[in-house]
């Protein structure tokens, strides 16, 4: 039993208003994501999401149950998405090898008792970004290479907005319960994620933010549409969307980030957008 995790309750809106920096900080952001040699988990209530990252250096690391989950094994009653942001990593699932070149993706279904990561080489890691949701029934294992994802390019460099978006864990690439997972890019000298923003009170999300260059940070806008808070991310850091919340950002440089999401349903393009002119 793994023994090192969080929880995150889900708030009210009309509560989250009156959060001061530090206690908005502490409800939401998830720092040092990825770890060297343990998973850190945070729980989070908003759709029992979970969020972790591994960088397998000295030894392999497994994949264990957290006492709340009350499961002798993790994925009992889990889906797991699996995004390699480091150099070339293997999981091990219950005796089959799949190996994750940078930025290649895992899925893996309910039901799966024997995961374990490890990196091709200590000197040059794999770091695993892993995100988990409940699952009702157990859908195929499936890595998800470079040429298997969905590519969109968003946004123009005029409105700094110009933008590289890549599903990978998303319904048409393969089969889930819950979980989308996917990873957008800003182009050089565009700063923008996800404006225009949007909400989906039908479903939570998760932003991991990295590939921040040294000295550079995000500001990351969350809160209703008319009543937003900006929180400042540092790379490496993740922060969790409450279904009500917008989630955008703008860095001080480009930079990259992973989204997650569960909740009511797999449709990417179900978004309420929100008009630029009217947030506050
Ligand atoms: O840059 C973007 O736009 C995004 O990456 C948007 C996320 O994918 C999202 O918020 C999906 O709901
Ligand atoms: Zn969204």
């Known amino acids: 039993m793994n023994k090192n995790y969080e929880i995150r ?6 509560a989250v208003k009156k959060y001061d920096t530090t206690f908005l900080r502490s409800e939401f952001i998830v720092k040092s994501v990825i770890k060297v040699d343990e998973i850190k988990w945070v729980y989070s ?3 029992r999401f979970m969020v972790a990252g591994v960088a397998p250096i000295k030894k392999s690391i497994e994949l264990e149950s957290i006492e709340p989950l009350k499961t002798d094994y993790f994925l009992n009653r889990r889906e797991l998405g699996i995004i390699n942001i480091g150099e070339t990593g293997i999981v091990s699932v219950d005796g089959t090898e799949y190996t994750l070149h940078n930025k290649e993706a895992l899925y893996l279904g309910k039901g799966n008792k024997s995961v ?3 990196s091709k080489s200590p000197k040059t890691p794999a770091q695993f970004y892993l995100n988990s949701t409940p699952a009702h029934r157990a859908f195929p294992n499936k890595k998800i290479g470079i040429k298997d994802v969905e590519v969109v390019e968003l946004g123009t460099p005029e409105t700094a907005n110009a933008r590289t978006l890549r599903k ?4 048409g690439v393969v089969e889930v319960c819950q979980l989308q997972m996917g990873m957008t890019t800003l182009k050089s000298g565009s700063v923008w994620n996800t404006m225009p923003a949007h909400v989906h009170d039908r479903r939570m999300e998760v932003y991991f933010y990295f590939e921040i260059p040294k000295d550079q940070a995000v500001c990351h806008f969350m809160g209703e549409p008319i009543q937003t808070r900006h929180l400042w991310l540092q790379n490496n850091e993740a922060v969790i969307s ?3 919340s917008i989630h ?3 860095g001080t440089s480009n930079y990259t980030f992973i989204w997650g ?3 009511e349903n797999l449709d990417y393009g179900d ?3 929100c008009k630029i002119n009217e947030l506050k």
């Not at 309750?9 to 009309?14: F, G, L, Q």
């Not at 990978?168 to 319904?171: G, P």
Request: glycine residues 8%.
């Open 116 to 118: 374990v990561f490890s």
């Open 261 to 263: 999401m569960a909740g």
């Open 271 to 273: 978004m309420d957008v």
């Open 45 to 47: 209530h908003y759709d």
């Open 9 to 14: 309750y889900a708030s009210n809106p009309e």
């Open 248 to 250: 955008s950002g703008s």
């Open 242 to 244: 409450p279904p009500w």
């Open 168 to 171: 990978y864990i998303v319904n």
